[in-house]
């Protein structure tokens, strides 16, 4: 069977359409992931409980430990016995957050160990604590130097869409399957499915450049 560009033409609309909500998922997924991780940095900085401790560090080896294909299988299929029905785009985007909020926990944690240990002192020599210190003190310079790694993961996730393919969310990768199995074809339609991820990580990858650069102008 030759190579027939015309049939990367043909797909091409619909495989744009899926890497939106490629794109969607990501997003929602990474941004949630942030939130989680967040809040999961602040308790354990502000607290330091032995049991919250230990529930996130099973968590944090249980993510890292178990492929994310397990844990979309967990949460689409093991879920709905205990009663929690998921329909895929949602079960995708909580696999998403779930196992991405783990690796952004490190990536913080790191961030976190750059900030020097004065500026607590200092805030709270201030009387700034709670609210103000974490959210206008210590979180801006931890996501400063968190920028490459959280852009890396963002790329990580991108990648880690495709699996949500076997849940039958309808993103690029599921997308490209129905086309190829509708016009036997395959070799084009993941031809033009492998130069989308390309470019949407490539520009993603890139933009950690922009805001590294950004971000130094706005401290100098």
Known sequence: MKFDISYIFDALPRLLEGALITLQV????FCFSIILATFITIVKTSFNSRIFNGFIAFYISFI??????????????VLPVFGLNLAPFPAGILAITLNSAAFVIEILRGGLASVPKGQ????KSLGISGYALWWKIILPQTFITSIPPLVNEFTMVLKAT???SVITV???????QQI???NYHPVEVLSATFIIYFLMCFVVSRSSVFLEQRFKVKRS
Do not use: C, K
């Not at 990501?26 to 997924?29: D, E, H, N, S």
């Not at 890292?64 to 299929?77: C, D, S």
């Open 26 to 29: 990501a997003i929602l997924g």
């Open 120 to 123: 607590f002192e200092a805030a």
């Open 162 to 164: 495709a699996l949500l």
């Open 64 to 77: 890292r430990g178990t492929p994310l294909l397990v844990q979309i299988f967990l949460i689409y299929y």
């Open 170 to 176: 309808v993103e690029l990768m599921r997308v490209s």
């Open 180 to 182: 190829y199995s509708a």
